[in-house]
Every structure is written in structure tokens, then in C-alpha cells.
């Protein structure tokens, strides 16, 4: 039937003697051999004019989709970080789509560009991205009615997925989370130079802003090649106000409890890495725990860092995790996406083995 060719778009470098390889992402190929299919990019569409918020959609541009992605982003991130992983969904034969949410990436327009009347969106809201996300995924099944839609989420995204399945269980099919945002690690809070920061904000910046960037030196990954790509990403939001972390903090705190409401049968993947500094690791287990569904599958990854998933440097577990456990719930699929090396490297992909 179709091949997801998520598996495609990986990028080869070793950080550390324990760090797997990886595959370097070349220029997207066009059709090749049957391989992949062409890929649509659509940036600020119909869809997003209607809606008035920034999306990103990625789409295979000779076939109808066979499944769709909603792709939600992490805190000070925005949808367009889920690009290379986007591409990879499209190869396969999905539509996936990402917006930015109120606050973050082009949002931040200084010339208001998705505000309406006096509904500013450059301010951080997290309910009212909530009621925006909850008519973006209405809108995507009202045009793809026949297909799956799964929700995707990474760090403060996961809290969104988790809610929008409790409250609109038909939305969808199953939730793929990264990095749940269950317990939030101590050291967001206590580390030594986000305490200098918060002091700053509180006691000096007249706004009580309070910068991000060590906030992304320190916790985001463990992989620097990750931690360069969102400092010299003019779209990441750069400074977060103590309103905006204390709004955050009373959204993610109500996450187990909507858990709980996520139907029986619902498949859920979990993918949770082993050196998350943002987010405690093994508090996965609560939140397993108080997802009722009986369709669960946790990956864990070892020695990997919190950001997975809105990066170009997508690491081979993290894509496997998402490959295998679609293969195991997506019923139109009739064959696997196994490919050989030599069949990446007519996509462009560069193989390399680990450094010592």
C-alpha cells in the first residue's frame, strides 16, 4: 500500500563515544524509485487563514494522504521545529501539520499578523491554545474524514494531546508522547543559572522577563548539535515572562488528571529518554499508571536527551519507536518500511559509523 519513510530522514554525527550514529538529512528527494513520495510544503495555507494561527503542513503531493499527524510543540518552541520530521511523515504517505502556538514562533509578529481585534496572540496563553488546537484537529478531520489523525507531542505538547483525547475522544486514533510533561524536574527551577534568571526577572528586568537561554544550554538536550540549532533559531522564544511559567505549571499540573479520562482502548506510545533534565524520567510510570487504556507502549531511550522529535538531528530509536508502533496499529498498512542502506542512500542520506 505505502511505506513510511519517517526512517529516511535521520542525520548521521556521533557527540560522544556512547552516542549511536545517526543520518545526515540531504535536500528532500523527489519520487525516487517508488521510494518515497514527493513531498507538499504548505506554509500560512487556507486552513490557516481561516483559523488565524501560523501552520506548517506537510503533505505526499501525488497520492492522498492514508493518515494524518496534528504535531504539537514544546515550551518556547514552535511548529515549524517539527519540519524534518514532518517531511518524513509526508514521504510516507501522511499529512501532518504543526502550528505555533499563541506566544511562540511567528506569533510573535510584532505586527500582530494572526491577531483578531483585541484577541492578541503574541502573548502566551496556554487555554486559549488549547481552544485553538481543539478547532485546528476539527478542522483536519472535516477534511480528511476517512483517514486516522494522530496526536503528536513533545514536552509541554504532551499535556495538549493528553487533554484534547480526554475531552474529544474522536478525535484521535492514538497519542504519541515525547517526553510527558508529568513531574517536572527540580532543576528547571534550581538550577543554578535559571535561579539567577528568575532573580533577575523578579528582582531587576521592569517586565520580569526571564531569559531562555540557560534554560537550553543546560536542560534541553545532551546533544550540543540540538542545543545550537535552538539558540540560532530566531523563531524560539527567547525570554518567558514569571506569569508564563506560572501559567504553564498550573496547565501541566492538571495532565495526570486528564489521563485518567483516556478511553480504555485508546493506543498510546510513550517514548521518555533516559537523560531528560527537564522532566523526571522514570515519572512516566505514573502517568502509565493512570492511563486506563490497556494499549500502552513505552520506549525508553537510553542516554538520550529531552528533545527527540523537534529537530534535524533525529536520532534511529527515536524514529523506530514511532515506525514500529505505527506499523502495529495503523491497519491500512500491508507491508513494513524496512529499507536497506543502499536504498537511503538514493534518498541522499549519508551512513557513518560511530566515532570512538
Known amino acids: 500500500m505505502y511505506k513510511l519513510a519517517v526512517a529516511l530522514f535521520l542525520v548521521i554525527f556521533c557527540s560522544t563515544a556512547v552516542a549511536p550514529s545517526v543520518i545526515a538529512l540531504a535536500p528532500l528527494a523527489n519520487n525516487t524509485e517508488g521510494i518515497v513520495h514527493t513531498v507538499s510544503y504548505v506554509e500560512d495555507g487556507p486552513l490557516s487563514k481561516e483559523l488565524m494561527m501560523p501552520l506548517y503542513e506537510w503533505s505526499p503531493a501525488d497520492v492522498p494522504p492514508v493518515a494524518a499527524v496534528l504535531a504539537i510543540h514544546g515550551l518556547t518552541l514552535h511548529g515549524a521545529r517539527y519540519s524534518v520530521i514532518g517531511k518524513g511523515f509526508a514521504a510516507g504517505g501522511f499529512y501532518c501539520c504543526a502550528p505555533d502556538m499563541r506566544g511562540f514562533g511567528r506569533c510573535q509578529d510584532v505586527d500582530h499578523k494572526f491577531c483578531v481585534g483585541t484577541d492578541c496572540k503574541r502573548k502566551v496563553n496556554m487555554e486559549k491554545s488549547y481552544e485553538d488546537l481543539v478547532a485546528l484537529a476539527k478542522k483536519i478531520k472535516e477534511k480528511y474524514p476517512n483517514i486516522p489523525l494522530y496526536g503528536l507531542g ?8 493528553i487533554r484534547l483525547e480526554a475531552e474529544h475522544p474522536d478525535l484521535f486514533q492514538g497519542l504519541i508522547l515525547s517526553g510527558p510533561t508529568v513531574v517536572v524536574n527540580p532543576l528547571m527551577f534550581f538550577h543554578p543559572g ?11 528586568h521592569p517586565k520580569f522577563k526571564m531569559n531562555t537561554k540557560t534554560f537550553v544550554q543546560s536542560l534541553v538536550s545532551n546533544d550540543q548539535n540540538i542545543v545550537n540549532e535552538m539558540l540560532d533559531d530566531p523563531l524560539c522564544r527567547k525570554y518567558l515572562t514569571i506569569g508564563d511559567m506560572l501559567q504553564t505549571q498550573k496547565f501541566v499540573g492538571k495532565t495526570l488528571r486528564y489521563a485518567k479520562l483516556i478511553e480504555p482502548n485508546k493506543p498510546v506510545l510513550i517514548v521518555q529518554a533516559s537523560e531528560d533534565k527537564c522532566m523526571v524520567p522514570h515519572a512516566v510510570t505514573k502517568l502509565s499508571a493512570r492511563i486506563r487504556s490497556s494499549d500502552q507502549t513505552i520506549r525508553w531511550l537510553h542516554a538520550y536527551g529531552h528533545i527527540l522529535f523537534e529537530t534535524a538531528y533525529l536520532r534511529p530509536a527515536t524514529i523506530d519507536a514511532v515506525e514500529g508502533w505505527l506499523e502495529r496499529h495503523d491497519s491500512t498498512r500491508a507491508e513494513k518500511a524496512l529499507f536497506t542502506q543502499s536504498e537511503l542512500k538514493k534518498l541522499g542520506a549519508k551512513i557513518e559509523p560511530d566515532k570512538l
Open 154 to 161: 513533545e514536552s509541554l505538547g504532551t499535556s495538549y494531546c
Open 194 to 204: 535559571n535561579l539567577i534568571e528568575g532573580g533577575y526577572a523578579i528582582f531587576i
